[in-house]
């Protein structure tokens, strides 16, 4: 609490709202210049047609082997014709991330709080934080197999531990935005610890939270999909490994496609929610 | 237009209102019991090596309705002091008194209004002004927050978001905030430092005004002599740090003080007396050299 009380000596060069995170500032990508006329539409799809056209016709011209690089027009094909096929792993993957990234981030959010409430906290937990962010936690998955079995239990825990310090690291350096103005503002009208929690720290972290969340849930995407090629009958991460063992490329890269387009929703998602919540920090 | 009624608080004498609009600031205080008291304030910052002597036996009084301006040096304990008169800081020893009773914590009936807006950015200025009393979980007084926002020309902005707003805009609201709350005292540090020269003349005006209507007691923080002669009744010079006072100056001008009387030769003469008090305080003289004129106007 002495943290609440330390008055703000280095004045901002301008009129700031606290510190600003660089790195990953959430405004770095809230900020996509919105797509204007027909005319812009019209030539972004030009390109892309172009881009996957080019790659279709010099494929064929190349005579390149199904079995190494199939053209699009093949993917596409596996992709219709195999998707009921496909669709059940999919299923299963998105379990495990989203059972994984829930723990994982529930955890993350909530050790970020305590560790930026508690300094001694901090000092106490940082070093395995770092090392779990350090260790690639899929090379625990066989371990975790040995223990759990084949089924979803080894997967969701790496989910989990992939996830959670990409959550904590972020949020935590969002709650560590100490604007001492701003909670000295909310002190001087009688403003509880928790008031001031829930009134200053927490809307001045989450666009922090927001970027964490993002990354953990691709770390978690990630993950999830490297557990299923390592062990167990299912899962995207399965098909992959299957596939690419029978050398069905086309099926192979119609997983590919699909794993990108995830990657891509979470990615809009957070995006949608930065727009939305976190819109004041750009 | 008259908002008197609604933002007075109920201390205050409706007969005084008229009264100190048409005599001298310092000599209509002479009346007034004293409102608040410093007395022998000291505060050190952290121990050992790091240990900071930021005030040291400082004191003073401030009455009832009075507008006292406090100035001094760079780093000399002036935000310390305020923060303290507010209850945000503890003092190392020494007190200050608000009607009588210690200030140890945050009190309902001071207002504080911070360097530079201090607005909540991911909220709407409604939102902002309602801050306070959503942490006293209380209703707001609608009525008082609409009228105060048309005082300060900012009717309808309501729901528009800091961002929108100039930084003389952002101020305004945040003295709304403030005075949203019927504070009997009204602390402000250095409110206007940020602004260029005409929005913080045009801001200062809108404190004078507000004071007659509200014969709210106001200390005022700041590094612009001139801003510090306009507002106050009397300038409180502080020595460099530790900060006790050095000089109490008075100033015997008529309200409210019009372009005509801030040019003429009394106001000259007093603000190189307070100037030289401050320069002539600083240790080292060679050290910045910009201490007396205003920050926000170079
Ligand atoms: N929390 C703190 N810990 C340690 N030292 C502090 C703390 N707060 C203030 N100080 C020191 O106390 C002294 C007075 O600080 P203060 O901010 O009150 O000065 P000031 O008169 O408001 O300065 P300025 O004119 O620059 O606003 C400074 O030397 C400052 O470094
Ligand atoms: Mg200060």
Request: proline share 7%.
């Given at each position: 609490m002495a943290r609440d009380i330390t008055p703000q000596f280095s004045r901002p060069a301008g009129r700031g709202d606290g510190q600003r995170v660089d790195l990953t500032n959430l405004s770095a990508f809230t900020q996509t210049p919105p797509i204007g006329s027909a005319g812009e539409v019209a030539v972004i799809a030009a390109v892309a047609i172009l881009v996957v056209g080019g790659i279709e016709c010099s494929l064929r011209w190349f005579e390149v082997p199904l079995y190494i690089l199939p053209p699009p027009s093949a993917v596409a094909l596996a992709l219709v014709s195999d998707f009921h096929l496909i669709l059940p792993h999919l299923g299963h993957t998105l379990v495990e991330l989203l059972a994984g990234f829930a723990i994982g981030a529930g955890a993350g959010l909530l050790l970020a709080a305590l560790v930026t409430q508690f300094p001694f906290a901090e000092k106490v937990i940082a070093p395995y934080i770092l090392l779990l962010v350090t260790t690639p936690m899929l090379a625990l998955v066989p371990l975790l197999i040995l223990r759990f079995g084949f089924g979803y239990e080894p997967r969701i825990i790496a989910v989990a531990l992939a996830s959670g310090p990409m959550v904590m690291i972020n949020a935590a350096t969002g709650f560590r935005r100490v604007d001492s103005a701003k909670i000295a503002l909310a002190r001087a009208y009688g403003a509880s610890t928790v008031q001031i929690f829930w009134k200053i720290r927490a809307p001045m972290a989450l666009p922090m939270i927001l970027v964490g969340l993002m990354i953990g849930a691709i770390f978690g995407l990630l993950t999830a999909v490297g557990a299923e090629m390592v062990g167990g009958g299912f899962g995207l991460g399965n098909r992959l490994t299957t596939y690419s063992s029978m050398i069905q490329m086309p099926q192979f890269f119609a997983v590919v496609l699909i794993l990108s387009t995830l990657g891509i929703l979470i990615y809009v998602i957070f995006f949608l929610l930065g727009k939305k919540y976190a819109s004041w920090e750009a | 237009m008259n908002a008197a009624g609604d933002v007075a608080p109920r201390s205050c004498r409706p007969t005084s209102i008229g009264e100190a609009a048409g005599r001298g600031g310092a000599a209509s205080g002479a009346a007034a019991p004293v409102a608040l008291v410093v007395d022998a304030a000291t505060k050190v910052y952290g121990a050992g090596a790091d240990r900071v002597l930021a005030l040291e036996g400082c004191g003073f009084e401030v009455r009832a309705r009075e507008i006292v301006s406090i100035v001094g040096p760079s780093g000399c304990g002036k935000t310390t002091l305020l923060?303290?008169?507010?209850?945000?800081?503890?003092?190392?020893?020494?007190?200050?008194?608000?009607?009588?009773?210690?200030?140890?914590?945050?009190?309902?009936?001071?207002?504080?209004?911070?360097?530079?807006?201090?607005?909540?950015?991911?909220?709407?200025?409604?939102?902002?002004?309602?801050?306070?009393?959503?942490?006293?979980?209380?209703?707001?007084?609608?009525?008082?927050?609409?009228?105060?926002?048309?005082?300060?020309?900012?009717?309808?902005?309501?729901?528009?978001?800091?961002?929108?707003?100039?930084?003389?805009?952002?101020?305004?609201?945040?003295?709304?905030?403030?005075?949203?709350?019927?504070?009997?005292?009204?602390?402000?540090?250095?409110?206007?430092?940020?602004?260029?020269?005409f929005t913080r003349e045009e801001m200062n005006r809108l404190v004078e005004r507000i004071w007659l209507d509200t014969h709210t007691t106001i200390v005022l923080v700041t590094h612009s002599i001139d801003e510090a002669i306009l507002l106050s009744d009397r300038v409180i010079v502080l020595s460099p740090r530790p900060g006790r006072v050095a000089r109490i100056f008075d100033v015997p001008l008529p309200r409210p003080r019009t372009p005509e009387i801030m040019a003429g030769r009394a106001v000259f003469e007093l603000a190189s007396a307070i100037r030289s008090e401050i320069v002539g305080a600083r240790t080292s003289l060679a050290a910045e050299g910009a201490v007396g004129s205003p920050k926000g106007e170079g």
């Open positions: - | 923060w303290s008169m507010a209850g945000l800081h503890h003092l190392t020893s020494g007190a200050i008194r608000l009607d009588g009773a210690v200030i140890d914590g945050p009190h309902p009936a001071i207002g504080i209004v911070f360097q530079e807006a201090n607005l909540l950015p991911w909220r709407t200025l409604d939102a902002n002004i309602r801050f306070p009393d959503e942490i006293k979980r209380r209703r707001s007084d609608e009525g008082l927050i609409e009228n105060l926002l048309r005082q300060v020309g900012l009717a309808g902005y309501g729901p528009r978001f800091p961002r929108e707003l100039s930084g003389g805009m952002q101020q305004r609201v945040a003295i709304v905030r403030a005075l949203a709350q019927r504070p009997s005292l009204l602390l402000m540090d250095e409110p206007f430092g940020a602004l260029d020269a």
